[in-house]
């Protein structure tokens, strides 16, 4: 079973960048798809990307496209959120997810991931 580390997270100003990275134990990593969600206090956790097992296929809230990109090296079981021009509502902790499937395409849905990091706080500042 795949065990997720996220990295990467720390506090930026606005306008700048991070990028995120989530590290994955296990041999089957190519079989999981991968998302990365976000929860800010009193809020709902929510996806922000994820990326189907081949990276053929990604997808993007609203909210974040055109300035997020999620990609994964599947040869050194890594997924990557780079965020560019981040706002401060881009703040919260962001959480990498997985699920083993045999279905190809992206997860959107919370409840379909079930392999949880432990988190990584960003913070976006003024």
């Known amino acids: 079973q795949v065990q997720l580390v996220e990295s990467g997270g720390g506090l930026v100003q606005a306008g700048g960048s991070l990028r995120l990275s989530c590290a994955a134990s296990?041999?089957?990593?190519?079989?999981?798809?991968m998302g990365w969600f976000r929860q800010a206090p009193g809020k709902e956790r929510e996806l922000v990307a994820a990326i189907s097992q081949s990276a053929v296929s990604t997808y993007y809230a609203d909210s974040v496209k055109g300035r997020f990109t999620i990609f994964r090296d599947n040869a050194n079981n890594m997924v990557y959120l780079q965020m560019n021009s981040l706002k401060l509502e881009d703040t919260a902790v962001y959480y990498c997810a997985a699920k083993f499937t045999r279905r190809t395409g992206v997860l959107t849905g919370r409840e379909e991931y079930d392999l949880w990091g432990q988190g990584t706080q960003v913070a976006v500042s003024s």
């Open positions: 296990g041999r089957t990593f190519s079989s999981y798809a």
